[in-house]
Structures are given as C-alpha cells and as structure tokens.
C-alpha cells in the first residue's frame, strides 16, 4: 500500500504540472479492484492505471474505459503492480487502447503466470517484467508497434519456455532477457543491429538462436547458455571479449 501511495503522489504530481502548462485537470479515481489517474484537457480524456487499490489476488482485465466510458485507459504506470505477489493474470481487452506499461510496472510479481497484450501497446518499460519467476505465457508478438525491448524486461523470467518478438524490434537493450532459463530458442528480428551485454546471458536450455541482421555482439550477449552451434551473420563486424 505505502508502495501505491508512492505511485499515486508521483503521477498526480506529474499530471498536475501538465494541467498548470496546458490547462488540463486530473483527478485519482477508484474503479476496483484498481486506482487510476484521470487527465482531461477539454478536448481529450485519458485514464492511466496506478496501480490495485490495495492487496490484490487473481486475474485482471484492465477495461477499455473507466467513469462511465469517458476515460480511455492508455497506460500503466511506472510500478504499477511491483511485487504484487497476488496477481496471477494480467490482460488488456481486445478493444484496449493502452500505448504504454510503465518501468518495472510488474517487477517482482512472482505468481504472475500469463500475459496478454494487445496491438494498441508500442512502449514497454525497462525491467516491466523483471523477475516474474512464474511467468509462463506471454504474448509480445501481439504489440505489433512495438520498437524496443527494453532494458531487462524480461530479467529473470524463469519459467518461460517462447516469446516471440514483434518483427518490427529494431533494438533490445542490456540483459533484456537475462536469465531467462527455460527458454529454449529465440528468433531477433532482422531490424536489430545490435545485442547488448548479457542480452541472454544464463539462458542455460537456449538451443538455437538467429539473429541474422545483428552487426554488434555485446559482452557475454549468450553467456552460459545451451547454444553449440550458432550461424554467424554476415553483417557481423564486432563481437566483444
């Protein structure tokens, strides 16, 4: 709770300096089992999700509106379930307009087992699912504006035999799916030039990987994994010590 609190106060703030520059209003609201921040500018309305309103247990869909439909719900915030360790299931609705999940907005969620995005979301923060221990299905192919993988997204992420990653990826950052054991191949988009430091690093059952685009293999990129045989791109130029 002191954790939403926290979440609440930073976001509000935030809001509130936008309304002072550009006339706009916010507002936290309760829609359980969730608090979300409403901003509204006299022409567009928009709801961004805070975070449970305190302990959480089970499934959730995050709807498409909140308040009578008039806030369209486009974004999770920064920490915004941080070591729920209730939440088993996380989903946005098929109609879901959410662009955004927040920096470490599931970090430390360790029962988190499924999640299901949508074509709507193009951001995904660093370290959004860090350390989410059961995660065993989740479906970032779907986030077809997706660009960037960012930093340690995935760090941690035990349990997770697939992903896919959306084609149009053209960066992933620095142990982006770090320790990621159960998985056992990964195919990086041909966008992508470059695999930083630890990007699979103790991948320990990665057998097969492709990454035919990439130019730039990073400091322990795949560290302790299962790989015996990898082809090496012919765009390759630089492979650190």
């Given at each position: 709770?002191?954790?939403?609190?926290?979440?609440?106060?930073?976001?509000?703030?935030?809001?509130?300096?936008?309304?002072?520059?550009?006339?706009?209003?916010?507002?936290?609201?309760?829609?359980?089992?969730?608090?979300?921040?409403?901003?509204?500018?006299?022409?567009?309305?928009?709801?961004?999700?805070?975070?449970?309103?305190?302990?959480?247990?089970?499934?959730?869909?995050?709807?498409?509106?909140?308040?009578?439909?008039?806030?369209?719900?486009?974004?999770?915030?920064?920490?915004?379930?941080?070591?729920?360790?209730?939440?088993?299931?996380?989903?946005l609705d098929?109609?879901?307009?959410?662009?955004?999940?927040?920096?470490?907005?599931?970090?430390?969620?360790?029962?988190?087992?499924?999640?299901?995005?949508?074509?709507?979301?193009?951001?995904?923060?660093?370290?959004?699912?860090?350390?989410?221990?059961?995660?065993?299905?989740?479906?970032?192919?779907?986030?077809?504006?997706?660009?960037?993988?960012?930093?340690?997204?995935?760090?941690?992420?035990?349990?997770?035999?697939?992903l896919t990653?959306?084609?149009?990826?053209?960066?992933?950052?620095?142990?982006?799916?770090?320790?990621?054991?159960?998985?056992?191949?990964?195919?990086?988009?041909?966008?992508?030039?470059?695999?930083?430091?630890?990007?699979?690093?103790?991948?320990?059952?990665?057998?097969?990987?492709?990454?035919?685009?990439?130019?730039?293999?990073?400091?322990?990129?795949?560290?302790?994994t299962g790989?015996?045989?990898?082809?090496?791109?012919?765009?390759?130029?630089?492979?650190?010590?």
């Amino acid at each position: 709770m002191k954790h939403l609190v926290r979440v609440v106060f930073a976001c509000a703030g935030a809001a509130l300096l936008l309304a002072a520059e550009a006339r706009a209003s916010a507002l936290v609201y309760t829609n359980a089992p969730c608090v979300y921040l409403l901003v509204s500018n006299g022409t567009a309305q928009s709801a961004v999700l805070l975070g449970p309103t305190g302990s959480f247990a089970g499934a959730l869909t995050v709807p498409v509106y909140v308040r009578s439909s008039l806030f369209n719900v486009t974004a999770v915030a920064p920490g915004a379930f941080r070591d729920c360790a209730g939440l088993g299931s996380f989903a946005l609705d098929p109609a879901s307009k959410v662009g955004a999940i927040g920096a470490g907005a599931f970090w430390g969620c360790t029962n988190l087992a499924s999640v299901t995005l949508q074509a709507s979301v193009t951001q995904v923060g660093p370290s959004a699912f860090l350390g989410c221990s059961a995660l065993t299905n989740v479906n970032l192919a779907a986030a077809t504006g997706l660009a960037d993988v960012a930093q340690q997204t995935f760090g941690g992420c035990s349990r997770l035999p697939a992903l896919t990653m959306p084609g149009g990826v053209t960066n992933v950052g620095l142990g982006a799916f770090r320790g990621c054991s159960a998985l056992t191949n990964i195919v990086v988009p041909s966008g992508v030039a470059a695999l930083p430091e630890a990007t699979f690093q103790e991948c320990r059952r990665l057998a097969s990987a492709s990454f035919t685009g990439v130019a730039v293999l990073g400091v322990n990129a795949f560290a302790e994994t299962g790989l015996t045989n990898v082809a090496i791109p012919a765009a390759m130029t630089d492979v650190a010590q």
